[in-house]
């Protein structure tokens, strides 16, 4: 007797993904050789105002509610395009992108240097974080279309994270070290720095994408941008009172913007984030690892320069060769981390970073209060947990892409490396926010130090638990 023929169930509405188109002819070594250099390029120039906050400040007469802002127009370009332009590129080209964002980059590194108040260099800071963050958006997917799966790509990811640790290391001692003769000088160098970078890129690089059918998804990218904005901004004011009407209002609105975004990308045919993502543990340890990055490393790391300046008495450049022994040591790691492949799953050694950072950060309490004496017992605590902390960087920056890459489809690696770097940059805005707040009132700086200490114990936490169902 015939079976009965069933109905097919429906099928979920989604865009058809054609195979990532790469040249046949690409090119691994340089491909990295590239996009790790940009990528420096790009992190100097995000960590360059660290040490140099208060020479910029003077030089611009920025009053204190203001200053934060000088260290936030980075974080809020970034964290406003990444998962747009990461989305994008997989759709229309990964070089196409990143040479536009390394030509945007050395352009508005160059309207850095030439402003002369605060708002105006904000701007251009802004300008520089939306260039940056086609730089960090593309590279991880041109590497995936360069090198195949497996221990290459693995260790490829690995040397691109420690060029993330060697671009935050050079940047404050290179504007420590040029801001003795014009803090602008750093603009115009790291300028003409990108500006190379894309001559090398355009002779180099190889077309790589994996075009999806369907319009692209405009309406998402707009509400997208609004709902980063709002709440970046919203961050930024809340350092001057959490209370105030705009802090509320824009708060509301990022909410709001948000929940029309996935509304909007449930409808789209080809959405920026498959919502399906926002259900997958690996894809959610990757956006958690990089939002408490943000937040328990990068927000104190960032204001770190400053407090060491008041604390201990230090030149823009001493603190610099201070920080770098933390972004140095970061580097090292994170080259090195590649050995722990297939012995340690990129979520523990989220785990084992966060835990070392807070390790290190805990033993500076009581040494970084303002009119400390930079006596012996000072110095034997600050370079041991500098150190320490600096290891657990290490891990952290090689872990994160590795995961952002692994816990999405192959053809849709720069929208994983921009959803991973925006959670990074929107927590980074919103440490540096709170970092400050809390170290400029009654709290100090030991409040600041324990406010990461506790962020970095909660995000242990959180990437332990967030472990893949079997």
Same mark, same amino acid.
């Not at 693995?154 to 050079?170: E, H, K, Y």
């Not at 999405?408 to 540096?432: C, D, F, L, Q």
């Not at 009654?442 to 967030?466: E, H, I, N, R």
């Given at each position: 007797?015939?079976?009965?023929?069933?109905?097919?169930?429906?099928?979920?509405?989604?865009?058809?993904?054609?195979?990532?188109?790469?040249?046949?002819?690409?090119?691994?070594?340089?491909?990295?050789?590239?996009?790790?250099?940009?990528?420096?390029?790009?992190?100097?120039?995000?960590?360059?105002?660290?040490?140099?906050?208060?020479?910029?400040?003077?030089? +611009?007469?920025?009053?204190?509610? *203001?200053?934060?802002?000088?260290?936030?127009?980075?974080?809020?370009?970034?964290?406003?395009?990444?998962?747009?332009?990461?989305?994008?590129?997989?759709?229309?080209?990964?070089?196409?992108?990143?040479?536009?964002?390394?030509?945007?980059?050395?352009?508005?590194?160059?309207?850095?240097? @030439?402003?002369?108040?605060?708002?105006?260099?904000?701007?251009?800071?802004?300008?520089?974080?939306?260039?940056?963050?086609?730089?960090?958006?593309?590279?991880?997917?041109?590497?995936? $279309?360069?090198?195949?799966?497996?221990?290459?790509?693995?260790?490829?990811?690995?040397?691109?994270?420690?060029?993330?640790?060697?671009?935050?290391?050079?940047? %404050?001692? @290179?504007?420590?070290?040029?801001?003795?003769?014009?803090?602008?000088?750093?603009?115009?160098?790291?300028?003409?720095?990108?500006?190379?970078?894309?001559?090398?890129?355009?002779?180099? &690089?190889? *077309?790589?994408?994996?075009?999806?059918?369907?319009?692209?998804?405009?309406?998402?990218? #707009?509400? @997208?941008? +609004?709902?980063?904005?709002?709440?970046?901004?919203?961050?930024?004011?809340?350092?001057?009172?959490?209370?105030?009407? %705009? /802090?509320?209002?824009?708060?509301?609105?990022?909410?709001?913007?948000?929940?029309?975004?996935?509304?909007? *990308?449930?409808?789209?045919?080809?959405?920026?984030?498959?919502?399906?993502?926002?259900?997958?543990?690996?894809?959610?340890?990757?956006?958690?690892?990089?939002?408490?990055? $943000?937040?328990?490393?990068?927000?104190?790391?960032?204001?770190?320069?400053?407090? &060491?300046?008041?604390?201990?008495?230090?030149?823009?450049?001493?603190?610099?060769?201070?920080?770098?022994?933390? =972004?140095?040591?970061?580097?090292? /790691? #994170?080259?090195?981390?590649?050995?722990?492949?297939?012995? /340690?799953?990129?979520?523990?050694?989220?785990?084992?970073?966060?835990?070392?950072?807070?390790?290190?950060?805990? =033993?500076?309490?009581?040494?970084?209060?303002?009119? !400390?004496?930079?006596?012996? #017992?000072?110095? +034997?605590?600050?370079?041991?947990?500098?150190?320490?902390?600096?290891?657990? =960087?290490?891990?952290?920056?090689?872990? +994160?892409?590795?995961?952002?890459?692994?816990?999405?489809?192959?053809?849709?690696?720069?929208?994983?490396?921009?959803?991973?770097?925006? !959670?990074?940059?929107?927590?980074?805005? #919103?440490?540096?926010?709170?970092?400050?707040?809390?170290?400029?009132?009654?709290?100090?700086?030991?409040?600041?130090? &324990?406010?990461?200490?506790?962020?970095?114990?909660?995000?242990?936490? =959180?990437?332990?638990?967030?472990?893949?169902?079997?």
């Amino acid at each position: 007797m015939p079976q009965p023929v069933r109905p097919r169930p429906p099928q979920p509405r989604s865009a058809p993904i054609h195979p990532p188109r790469s040249s046949p002819r690409s090119r691994p070594g340089p491909t990295l050789a590239i996009t790790s250099a940009a990528t420096a390029v790009a992190l100097m120039n995000y960590t360059s105002p660290m040490t140099t906050v208060p020479g910029i400040s003077a030089a +611009l007469a920025t009053p204190p509610s *203001e200053q934060a802002w000088l260290l936030n127009g980075t974080p809020l370009g970034l964290a406003a395009v990444l998962l747009v332009v990461g989305s994008l590129a997989d759709d229309y080209g990964r070089r196409r992108l990143f040479l536009l964002g390394t030509l945007a980059l050395g352009l508005t590194a160059g309207l850095g240097a @030439l402003t002369t108040d605060t708002l105006t260099f904000t701007l251009a800071r802004v300008a520089q974080g939306a260039a940056s963050a086609a730089i960090l958006a593309t590279s991880l997917g041109l590497l995936v $279309g360069a090198f195949p799966a497996g221990a290459a790509r693995i260790r490829a990811t690995g040397i691109w994270g420690a060029f993330v640790s060697a671009g935050i290391a050079l940047g %404050p001692l @290179l504007a420590g070290s040029l801001g003795s003769v014009d803090w602008r000088l750093t603009y115009v160098v790291l300028g003409l720095a990108a500006l190379l970078t894309a001559a090398f890129a355009f002779r180099t &690089l190889d *077309e790589s994408r994996a075009p999806r059918e369907g319009r692209p998804d405009l309406a998402g990218a #707009a509400v @997208l941008g +609004l709902a980063m904005t709002a709440l970046l901004t919203a961050l930024t004011l809340g350092r001057d009172g959490w209370l105030r009407a %705009p /802090v509320g209002l824009l708060l509301l609105a990022s909410l709001v913007l948000a929940c029309l975004f996935l509304a909007v *990308e449930r409808r789209a045919a080809a959405p920026l984030i498959d919502p399906a993502l926002l259900h997958s543990r690996p894809f959610l340890a990757s956006a958690a690892g990089g939002l408490f990055t $943000g937040l328990a490393v990068i927000g104190l790391f960032s204001y770190l320069p400053t407090l &060491l300046q008041r604390a201990l008495g230090l030149s823009a450049l001493g603190s610099a060769w201070l920080f770098l022994l933390w =972004s140095g040591t970061a580097f090292v /790691v #994170a080259l090195q981390a590649r050995r722990l492949t297939g012995r /340690v799953a990129p979520r523990h050694q989220l785990a084992a970073g966060f835990s070392l950072h807070a390790v290190g950060v805990v =033993s500076l309490l009581g040494s970084l209060d303002a009119g !400390a004496h930079p006596g012996a #017992a000072v110095w +034997l605590r600050l370079i041991p947990a500098l150190v320490v902390s600096g290891a657990g =960087s290490g891990l952290l920056n090689a872990a +994160l892409p590795r995961l952002a890459i692994e816990s999405v489809p192959p053809e849709r690696a720069a929208m994983g490396s921009g959803a991973n770097n925006t !959670a990074r940059y929107i927590g980074s805005s #919103a440490g540096v926010a709170v970092t400050i707040a809390v170290a400029t009132t009654g709290s100090g700086a030991d409040g600041a130090l &324990l406010l990461s200490v506790g962020l970095a114990l909660v995000a242990t936490v =959180s990437v332990l638990l967030l472990r893949e169902r079997t």
